[in-house]
Nanobody, 122 residues
């Protein structure tokens, strides 16, 4: 059983900062890609940023230069530092991770955290 536990959401004024954390726990071989997605009311879930175990990153265009994703492989934890927050960043943020449970070809599974609310007031 693999669990992703998120923390760090909250209410902040526009221009402020928040840092999200997500830790993977359970029984697995290792964690591949980790990432953050978000879902605003009435909208589809969208990719915010991802990071590989080697540190390669991908960002949604609208957060480039404001958000930074990072990870601590030893702790199986991914972080999202969010600066210069805007009201349009308001959403539930979900962590996800591609976790290798076993060594065979089909041994990688995707897991999701429970979500953490980020609200940016204008």
């Amino acid at each position: 059983q693999v669990q992703l536990v998120e923390s760090g959401g909250g209410l902040v004024q526009a221009g402020g900062s928040l840092r999200l954390s997500c830790a993977a726990s359970g029984s697995f071989l290792y964690v591949n890609v980790m990432g953050w997605y978000r879902q605003a009311p009435g909208k589809q879930r969208e990719l915010v940023a991802t990071v590989t175990s080697g540190g390669s990153t991908i960002y949604k265009d609208s957060v480039k230069g404001r958000f930074t994703i990072s990870r601590d492989n030893a702790k199986n934890t991914v972080y999202l530092q969010m600066n210069s927050l805007k009201p349009e960043d308001t959403a539930v943020y979900y962590c996800n991770a591609d976790v290798r449970l076993r060594s065979d070809y089909n041994g990688v599974f995707r897991y999701w955290g429970q979500g953490t609310q980020v609200t940016v007031s204008s």
